[in-house]
Each structure stands twice: as structure tokens, then as C-alpha cells.
């Protein structure tokens, strides 16, 4: 697939709206640099296009603010945990996700189901019925980006920004059996491509950028 000149710097005298949508999402363990990344990219983005969202999941929805409550006090069993985020994917979807693509945005989210499949299937749920209740409600993405980091750098990042701190979905061995379902997941879905996030932020992005650049129009 040849891929076209992506300027780091772009003119803004070209912002236009998009003719269809587009989902781009990124996906990885915690402590990857996805949420750097997804800024990145929408600020590159921003200078040729007008209608650009950035999202996340779980979302500040009921749901959602749920999830992220149990990731400090205790997470709940793994099917109650992917039940949430599948109700909390359905409004998700509902509120922002069609009705934005719908209008011709382009829309990054930072997380979607294929992290519900990496890590509820980490904790052990059948990844092909995970896969069957998310398809059934949530559009494919156009492209999914999964910023692949070691384990062991991803927790030594995440306990430098945190002062030594880690949550209950931050566990060693859960993130070691989520990355190795990422890397599965990114063989089987011809949307889904590895991005080496080891390398210092702006290398990252340049990777992002060239996989990203087939999708727009000229």
C-alpha cells in the first residue's frame, strides 16, 4: 500500500469537511501513550479538517463513570465488568459515535470494543462472544491503531506519572494476556495495524500519521 506525503506542518487554508466519516480508534495496554497519541494526531488533523472529535472509553457516562470508580475500589466480576461496558458502548454509540460519522466526521477514540475483548478476555470471557455482542451494537472502526509497548515499560510509565501507583486493571499478568490478545486481534481484522509505541512520542506519531493517511481523501 503506498503511502502519501503527510506534511507535519499543514495549511489551514484547507480545512474542509469530510465527504463519509471515519472511526479511528486507538487501542493498547495502559501506559502505551495512546492518549498522547490521539492528541497528536487531532491537532495534525485539525488543520486540514473542520469536524474533528476526539473521545473515550469508558466514557463519563453512568456507565462508564462506574467502571472507572471500580478500577480503584475493586473491580467488579468479569461478566458484570463487560456488561458495563457494553451499555455504556451502546450510548455511547448512539450519542456521538453514528451521529458524528453520519455528518462526516472524523472521529479518534481512545479505547473501543476491541479493548473489551483484550481485557475481558484477559480475565477469561470467551473473546468470540465478546466480539458478537460488540459488533451487534458498535460500527467497525475504518482503522484501529494498536500502540504496542512492553509490559514492563508500560507499568514503569504508568507508576512515573502516578508516584508508584497502579490500578486493579493494571496488574502485570492482566496486561501481559491483554497484549497478547492484542497482537492476535491484530492478525485476524484487516483494520487493525501495530504501531511500535516504544519509541519516543514524535516517532510514534509519525507512524500513526503514515497509517492514517490512506483513509483521507487528497
Same mark, same amino acid.
Given at each position: 500500500?503506498?503511502?502519501?506525503?503527510?506534511?507535519?506542518?499543514?495549511?489551514?487554508?484547507?480545512?474542509?469537511?469530510?465527504?463519509?466519516?471515519?472511526?479511528?480508534?486507538?487501542?493498547?495496554?495502559?501506559?502505551?501513550?495512546?492518549?498522547?497519541?490521539?492528541?497528536?494526531?487531532?491537532?495534525?488533523?485539525?488543520?486540514?479538517?473542520?469536524?474533528?472529535?476526539?473521545?473515550?472509553?469508558?466514557?463519563?457516562?453512568?456507565?462508564?463513570?462506574?467502571?472507572? =470508580?471500580?478500577?480503584?475500589? /475493586? #473491580?467488579? $466480576?468479569?461478566?458484570?465488568?463487560?456488561? *458495563?461496558?457494553?451499555?455504556? &458502548?451502546?450510548?455511547?454509540?448512539?450519542?456521538?459515535?453514528?451521529?458524528?460519522?453520519?455528518?462526516?466526521?472524523?472521529?479518534?477514540?481512545?479505547?473501543?470494543?476491541?479493548?473489551?475483548?483484550?481485557?475481558?478476555?484477559?480475565?477469561?470471557?470467551?473473546?468470540?462472544?465478546?466480539?458478537?455482542?460488540?459488533?451487534?451494537?458498535?460500527?467497525?472502526?475504518?482503522?484501529?491503531?494498536?500502540?504496542?509497548?512492553?509490559?514492563?515499560?508500560?507499568?514503569?510509565?504508568? =507508576?512515573?506519572?502516578?508516584? /508508584? #501507583?497502579? $490500578?486493579?486493571?493494571?496488574?502485570?499478568? *492482566?496486561?501481559?494476556?491483554? &497484549?497478547?490478545?492484542?497482537?492476535?486481534?491484530?492478525?485476524?481484522?484487516?483494520?487493525?495495524?501495530?504501531?511500535?509505541?516504544?519509541?519516543?512520542?514524535?516517532?510514534?506519531?509519525?507512524?500513526?500519521?503514515?497509517?492514517?493517511?490512506?483513509?483521507?481523501?487528497?
Amino acid at each position: 500500500m503506498s503511502i502519501r506525503a503527510f506534511p507535519s506542518t499543514l495549511s489551514s487554508t484547507t480545512n474542509s469537511p469530510m465527504q463519509t466519516g471515519l472511526l479511528i480508534v486507538f487501542e493498547g495496554i495502559d501506559g502505551s501513550g495512546k492518549s498522547t497519541q490521539v492528541a497528536l494526531l487531532a491537532a495534525a488533523l485539525r488543520q486540514r479538517f473542520s469536524d474533528v472529535i476526539t473521545t473515550r472509553e469508558p466514557t463519563q457516562g453512568p456507565h462508564g463513570m462506574e467502571l472507572r =470508580r471500580s478500577a480503584a475500589s /475493586g #473491580r467488579h $466480576d468479569a461478566r458484570r465488568e463487560a456488561e *458495563l461496558f457494553l451499555l455504556d &458502548r451502546r450510548e455511547h454509540v448512539e450519542s456521538l459515535i453514528s451521529p458524528g460519522l453520519s455528518r462526516g466526521a472524523i472521529i479518534l477514540c481512545d479505547r473501543y470494543y476491541l479493548s473489551t475483548v483484550a481485557y475481558q478476555g484477559a480475565r477469561g470471557l470467551e473473546r468470540s462472544e465478546l466480539l458478537r455482542q460488540n459488533q451487534a451494537i458498535a460500527p467497525a472502526p475504518d482503522l484501529a491503531l494498536f500502540i504496542d509497548v512492553p509490559v514492563e515499560d508500560a507499568l514503569t510509565r504508568i =507508576r512515573q506519572g502516578r508516584g /508508584g #501507583r497502579v $490500578d486493579d486493571f493494571e496488574r502485570s499478568d *492482566l496486561l501481559a494476556r491483554s &497484549r497478547q490478545i492484542y497482537l492476535e486481534l491484530c492478525s485476524a481484522f484487516p483494520f487493525f495495524q501495530r504501531i511500535d509505541g516504544s519509541a519516543a512520542p514524535g516517532s510514534v506519531h509519525a507512524q500513526v500519521l503514515s497509517a492514517v493517511n490512506d483513509l483521507l481523501p487528497e
